[in-house]
């Protein structure tokens, strides 16, 4: 099966939702959060919202979500349908949002996960990016280090 990314759109909203809801390793955002990513005003942040669709289809296969910061991309959040996981589709979603930083000009992407979160690290490892230091107890339910990772384009 072939998968695309593209920009995501207000109408994918509930779709997004049901697939993070489906991920327990995932940041959670309510509703208004979600809908809020296409409602830019002067005082939000630039965000990329992106989701992967299957050639034909119109079931989302998975999404991300980014956070520009003059002059690097934060990784918010990236889920993949557990049904088609590791067919690349994670890495295809940050391939696009790597693409946007450097259009950007930006000097980095950085993220931070949860450090029992291993099929998330691979991937990021996977793609180039380099653990650059940890946050003590950083997440809660349970309590767990963050991973802190970054990967320069300069
Ligand atoms: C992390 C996640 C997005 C990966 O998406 P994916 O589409 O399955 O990843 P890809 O198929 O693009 O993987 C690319 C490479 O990353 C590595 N990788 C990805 N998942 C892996 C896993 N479970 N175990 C080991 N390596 C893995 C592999 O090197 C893989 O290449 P390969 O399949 O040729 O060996 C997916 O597992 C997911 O949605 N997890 C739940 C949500 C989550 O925790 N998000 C991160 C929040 S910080």
């Known amino acids: 099966m072939a998968y695309f990314v ?20 995932t940041a959670h955002w309510t509703e208004q959060q ?8 002067a ?20 999404f991300l979500v980014a956070r520009y910061l ?10 993949v349908a557990p049904a088609v996981r590791r067919m690349g589709i994670g890495r ?13 000009n930006s000097t980095a992407v950085f993220l931070e ?16 990016f380099m653990e650059t230091g940890r946050r003590k ?3 809660s339910h349970p309590s767990e280090d963050a991973v802190l990772y970054s990967k320069t384009l300069v």
């Open 6 to 25: 593209r920009k995501a759109t207000l109408e994918d909203v509930a779709e997004m939702i049901r697939l993070e809801r489906q991920c327990p390793t």
């Open 34 to 41: 979600y809908a809020n990513l296409f409602a830019a005003s």
């Open 43 to 62: 005082e939000s942040p630039v965000r990329l919202a992106l989701v992967g669709e299957e050639e034909g289809g119109s079931v989302l296969a998975g």
């Open 70 to 79: 003059p002059a690097e991309w934060e990784l918010e959040n990236i889920v």
């Open 92 to 104: 295809q979603l940050i391939d696009s949002l790597l693409v946007q930083a450097r259009q950007t």
């Open 113 to 128: 996960v949860r450090e029992s979160n291993s099929a998330a690290r691979r991937l990021y490892e996977y793609v180039g």
């Open 137 to 139: 107890a950083y997440y």
